[in-house]
């Protein structure tokens, strides 16, 4: 096994200057005359021609700096020991302890590691330093080799000689690449220096740290380093496969090059004949199509970085998720690749024509207003056949030409919009094939994410890797991002007219196709579940609910309209019949709304109000991490409609989770969802007598 090697470098490590110690030359030549031992024993180490007793008997000395920082080395080795610093220069001694306090830290820490460690106190010009600088697995720097004051110029050296350096280190095979930390006096994160010195010195961020050092914060660059030492060989394996795909990278893109180079006009011609026969794009638009297959084909054929990626984690908990701080280029790429503006749609766009609609464009519907009566029938033509929802209510809501005014027109939270994904295939669309022109579209939800945020982005990158069309897709509108969030259950149909008529400035974009297939998919699969009656005992619909309580004599109450589904079904199998199903987020939100509207109108009753408010917080939190679902077992059928249903409350443990009270649901008989409004919901709350005293009080939520 290879030895680990360090480097520290820092100009501390040359503390004192022969300036600074030179301020208190008057004292050391005072302990010179007056102490023989100690005189002869300078004398020897620093040979000089002027007497002792003369004015300029240290100038030789102090002239040159090896000679002061050797004196510093082996100043307690004269006859008065550690007494010559405190008796002639104890304020300089600690000032310079405090300086390189923090690298003598962090140089034991290397030590304890396993590492073999070098210091300097400035950047070598000497080959075998240079070759052995080149090929450390760990370099710890100072930020600022000179005086802060000076500004950005002191640091454009390091910059140069460690950028050239890691240049070559690149090109080592396997590649070289050290951890770097950075270490600086001066808060140089909060003013971006220390990710503008990355960035020049070629280093990874993965690979790279600050911290800042002073006496107080000792432990920072120690605690950073071992953290490091403890990720070491992940982080390497990434950095020689990120490196290795690199390389892979520029070959495939030379071969793809080359390729294009060596096409005729015969065969452009060819290409855009056969491409206008079906899509009708612009040539461009399929040989991008065709590059960029081409490209992924030589990528997948190259066996180096398969080698490279054998070697990565196999598993999630030795992943390094967590572990390193989270960037927006992931967001970035996959942001740019999610939703794409064709340049063929934006010329027509520029000229005033209509988009040229094709499957995955996006659209904008939130705001759109019917205006005239004209545009209202135009939209609700063949509505009440082709708009397919996940109710029948909604169905017969949008049966009413006065709503369907407002399909697109209900207003969103600040930093979100609704939008429209066509599903339609695009062969249909450009050939006319669709029924009354009706383009099937599926409606989603774009919700603004803070770029500040940089977790928050990154764990929606990372759930969109999965490439699941319920859980999102991360784009890129108008500088901002936005996690685009589809519902495939809620499919509608649009005229093609009114596509090009109203729609043409809200034109979002194209998705990509991959993603676009998948929503495809789960739109279609849900359509042919729900173009069928729903059956009684699989869903739930309570229109009305109220949330009351009472204590003694005194009753609290609030009624709310509200439409809340519970989606249940019977699991198969041999034994009792066992039925599962979990709440939607609407009605989490509407119970712990109501909660607390409760919580506020029962403030006189403050022991109520106490449990509710317990409650309340208990299952705030929970539902951040968990579902609320429902598990019941019956005997047969019949006794599904008179039976308590108990809700349970399980975390990721599966554990049922405690909570100040004991909560039930209720159902009043499994009706289909046309008689809903008979339909009630009960949720009881019961309280221990310990607390409320001897009567048996509880509180009931309707």
Known sequence: MNKLTAVVIDDALLLPGARELQTYSDSLQKILLENDDVREWF??????????????????????????????KIRESSPLGADLGKRAFHELEVKVQGEIAPLQAIMEALKELGYEVKSFG???????????????????????????????????PTIEFFGSLFLDAWKEDPPLTPYFLLISTVDVASTNRASRFREQINVSE???RFAQKSAKQGKCPVSALKSFHEERQVLVEYSHFHARYRQSLEKAFSDVQRTIQKLEIMDLAAINVGQLQGERESLSAYLNWLAGQYFTSRLEADKTTFEASKKLPNSIESSLVGHLGPSNMLSNVFSRISLNKPASQEHLRSL???????????????????????????????YPKTVLTNAASRLRLRRNRRVARQVFKHASPQGEFRCALLISQTCDVIHHKLNNNQILFVEGTAVEIPQQDKSGMFWETARQINLSAEDGL????????????????????????????????LYLGRLNELFALRIQRAALEHLGRIGLPIKPAQTLAFTHCRISASLGQTAFFREKDSLCWVVLRIEKGVGPLKLSGAFTQQFVDWTLDMLEEFELESESQTKINKKIGELRVELCEFSRSSQWSVHQEFRDKTEM???????????????????????????????????????????????SKEKFGDHDNHGEFW
């Not at 600088?133 to 080799?145: G, S």
């Not at 988009?355 to 063949?382: H, Y």
Request: charged share 25%.
């Open 352 to 382: 005033g024509r209509p988009v040229q609609v094709r499957f995955g464009d996006v659209f904008k519907i939130n705001g759109v207003e019917i205006g005239s009566n004209a545009d209202a029938n135009q939209l609700t033509s063949g």
């Open 43 to 72: 004398v020897n180490e620093f040979p000089t021609q002027a007497p002792v007793d003369s004015q300029g008997f240290l100038d030789d000395f102090f002239a040159n700096q090896e000679s002061v920082s050797r004196f510093w």
């Open 206 to 208: 993965s690979m790279f």
């Open 122 to 156: 400035c950047l070598p010009n000497d080959p075998v330093a240079l070759e052995y600088i080149k090929k450390v697995n760990l370099v710890v720097i100072d930020h600022f080799l000179g005086a802060p004051a000076e500004g950005e110029e002191v640091v454009i």
């Open 474 to 505: 991360l784009i890129r509108h108008e500088g901002r991002f936005y996690k685009l969030k589809w519902d495939p259950k809620e499919i509608m149909t649009i005229d093609r007219t009114f596509i090009e008529r109203r729609l043409n400035d």
């Open 641 to 687: 409609h008179k039976t308590e249903i108990k809700l349970e409350l399980n975390g990721k443990s599966g554990e049922p989770k405690k909570f100040p009270g004991t909560a039930y649901l209720d159902f009043e008989g499994f009706k289909p969802p046309t008689t809903s409004n008979q339909n009630a919901l009960v949720i009881t709350f019961t309280f």
